[in-house]
């Protein structure tokens, strides 16, 4: 009876159902020695194949100061864009294992664009994963945050895309707007309730993202902003605030030879994530030429085997330029803008909107994904919301150039960076 007993609580202690339909569920407690080696043997391997500009700085390496509790957790969600419908979704959340910590300030990660269905938060530190394609390598960024904040005393959430992770039976929901941000809202609203089951007040509520979570950063910041949940500050690293004017500008206006190889792979995840929650059901026949469909297709839904079939479908539409994916009455960008694709991405931004808590944006100028222009254009419409270009000192956002880093090399000198203000900010 007695192992009985120490059988339910030992369960009952890794297995917590919460709220009405989400579970956190106990994974690991990881030491702060084992952090800082991810902080900085993982780091190295994250950035070892980048090449900045020469005035590019690395930043000194993080350490953790304590050990981090890791809960992956299984929630219910909406999907906004189809009246509602209940959706699985998955997340993570890492608690500091402190003496005291009746009150901790929280961080929402936003993660960032990842090939394979379970490179996302739920499955960072974890060891294997339902399918056949490696996932922890692309997992790094999660561990680098939960390293950099959960490892000194800071909560952090961070909820997977629709359609990865846990919930990765959906269709994956790459740059919509209304899912992301439901999806990170709904995670908030849960992850507050249990922290109050244990024990545990949130005082700061930090936003951060990289890349395509950058721009769900902000998405989430205009929609909890919006329903009356207080941000205390928010941070970007390369961040596609117009994902519209970012796909329109690598398409017809390539930078030769510098661009990521990569690129092709964001017009598949956009124009099927599009027809999988917009419709119409053939948005992706209207938008991409009959010759790169099928492989176009086999990138969203990750049909191709493991790393080695991404390579060769990679290779094989590497032939063609972004242009040339594009149905052939929509290779000008006036065809392309007025198109449903088009339409779509626009409607896709999160920078027009009134911020209330500060923001500061990071870029790097020597970034191959995200031109400096594109960063910079969040500031910009801030300005003219403002009434003023020349003073910028009331603009809730503010851009930081990173120099020299590439697109990885921003996210490993923004963090800790972005900390070290938020740290600041800290009651």
């Known amino acids: ?70 809960y992956t957790v299984r929630y219910e969600s909406r999907v906004p864009e189809q009246n509602d419908r209940r959706i699985e979704a998955s997340g993570l959340l890492a608690l500091p294992v402190l003496s005291e910590r009746s009150k901790l300030p929280l961080i929402s990660y936003q993660h960032g664009t990842v090939f394979g269905k379970y490179e996302v938060p739920s499955y960072a530190f974890q060891a294997t994963n339902p399918s056949d394609y490696p996932h922890y390598d692309g997992s790094y960024e999660t561990r680098y945050m939960v390293g950099l904040f959960a490892g000194n005393g800071y909560a952090l959430m961070a909820a997977d895309d629709f359609g990865l992770g846990g919930g990765a039976s959906n269709p994956e929901a790459f740059v919509v707007k209304g899912s992301t941000q439901r999806g990170s809202e709904d995670l908030y609203r849960d992850v507050g309730e249990f922290l109050k089951s244990k024990g545990i007040r949130q005082q700061e509520l930090f936003l951060g993202g990289w890349s395509q979570g950058g721009l769900n950063t902000t998405g989430l910041q205009e929609r909890l902003e919006s329903d009356g949940i207080p941000v205390t500050a928010a941070f970007t690293a390369s961040a596609p605030s117009d994902p519209y004017a970012t796909l329109r500008g690598l398409i017809f206006y390539p930078r ?29 026949r209207q938008t991409l030429d009959p010759a790169v469909y099928d492989d176009m297709k086999a990138i969203y839904e990750r049909s191709y085997k493991g790393q080695e079939g991404l390579q060769v479908i990679l290779q094989r539409l590497s032939t063609r330029s972004l242009k040339e994916y594009l149905q052939p009455g929509l290779r000008d960008p006036v065809s392309f803008g007025a198109s449903p694709y088009g339409q779509l991405l626009a409607a896709g931004e999160t920078y027009r909107q009134g911020f209330r808590a500060p923001l500061r944006m990071f870029y790097g100028t020597n970034d191959e994904v995200i031109k400096a222009m594109n960063a910079q254009l969040p500031a910009i419409y801030q300005a003219i919301l403002i009434g003023n270009l020349s003073d910028q000192s009331a603009n809730p956002v503010t851009t930081e150039a990173v120099k020299g880093a590439t697109h990885r090399l921003t996210l490993i000198s923004a963090a800790p960076a972005a900390k070290t203000w938020l740290d600041g900010l800290r009651k």
């Not at 407690?29 to 994250?46: D, I, K, Y």
Request: charged share 20%; glycine share 2%; aromatic share 14%.
């Open 256 to 284: 030769k030879d510098f661009d990521a190889p990569w690129l092709n792979a964001i017009l598949a995840l956009t124009v099927f994530s599009f027809e999988n929650y917009y419709g119409p059901k053939d948005l992706a």
């Open 1 to 70: 009876m007695r192992l009985i007993i120490a059988l339910l609580c030992l369960f009952f202690a890794h297995d917590v159902a919460f709220a009405e339909n989400a579970t956190f569920t106990y994974l690991k407690t990881v030491s702060a020695a084992e952090l800082t080696r991810m902080l900085n043997e993982e780091r190295a391997t994250f950035i070892s194949a980048q090449k900045p500009g020469a005035d590019y700085e690395l930043p000194p390496v993080s350490t953790a100061s304590n050990a981090v509790d890791i």
